[in-house]
């Protein structure tokens, strides 16, 4: 089982927030074909767009949905603060914290992983949001702002240290965005760094790379993005060989001939 905070998950395997992709029907999906917690899509901490149509559909969740996680972005501390407050007050039972997205129109904002260069912001935005809420707080982020400064071993320090409950960590620094292989050398320093379960992410497409993402790691799970579309059921493949070694079939289009 996977702990965070006061949490518990049957699952090893997390859905990553993705923008435009990880809505309420898809989250559904992944949760019913074995994913353990999904996170809804990005909310940008700004005030002025607090009750916007886009944030309101990000923020949607119904009965059927099971743990209801919101992530955050934005560089400011208060602003952040009192969105994670705001989406606590509407149900959400886990605020996640992006550091992670290298898209050009959030790093122009000096948010998401444009964060990593600065080390001080960081550590006042996770304890201005973990001061703030009395649910568990998480942070998403890479492995640096470069390869020739990959500093995701202090990030995660200060992130143990500030009350973050558990940490998803993509295998790539800002830089990199999504080119290359995702390096897993810098997560194992990491997991042996922190005492909070961390999850790793990039590059994990199928059981058996999320086992052995796994095992030289020794990362609490995994942490499924871009390998997922098209494939929900990849969640429960995962998890399935996880826990007992064993691979379940893809589901079988009768159609076809």
Request: hydrophobic share 35%; aromatic share 4%; glycine share 10%.
């Amino acid at each position: 089982m996977l702990k965070i905070g006061q949490l518990t998950f049957q699952s090893h395997v997390a859905l990553a927030p993705m923008a435009g992709i990880t809505d309420l029907p898809f989250r559904k999906l992944c949760g019913r074909l074995g994913a353990g917690l999904t996170v809804g899509e990005m909310i940008h901490s700004s005030p002025e767009l607090r009750n916007s149509r886009k944030t309101k559909l990000r923020s949607c969740f119904d009965q059927d949905e099971g743990l209801r996680s919101v992530q955050i972005v934005g560089s400011d501390p208060g602003y952040m603060a009192e969105t994670a407050k705001f989406n606590e007050d509407g149900g959400a039972q886990l605020i996640d914290i992006n550091m992670g997205c290298p898209a050009k129109k959030v790093l122009k904002k000096a948010a998401g992983s444009a964060l990593l260069s600065n080390e001080k912001l960081v550590k006042d935005i996770l304890q201005s949001v973990v001061n703030s809420v009395s649910i568990p707080v998480t942070l998403k982020f890479r492995t640096g702002p470069c390869p020739e400064e990959r500093n995701g071993v202090r990030i995660a320090q200060v992130a143990e240290n500030s009350g973050i409950s558990g940490l998803a960590v993509h295998g790539r620094t800002r830089e990199c965005k999504f080119r290359g292989n995702a390096e897993y050398a810098t997560i194992s320093k990491i997991v042996g760094a922190v005492k909070i379960p961390v999850l790793a992410n990039g590059d994990i497409d199928s059981p058996e790379k999320a086992m052995a993402v796994m095992s030289d790691t020794g990362a609490a799970g995994v942490m499924l993005g871009r390998s997922v579309l098209g494939r929900p059921w990849l969640c429960g493949q995962i998890d399935q060989y996880i826990r007992t070694g064993a691979s379940i079939c893809p589901p079988h289009n009768k159609g076809s001939s």
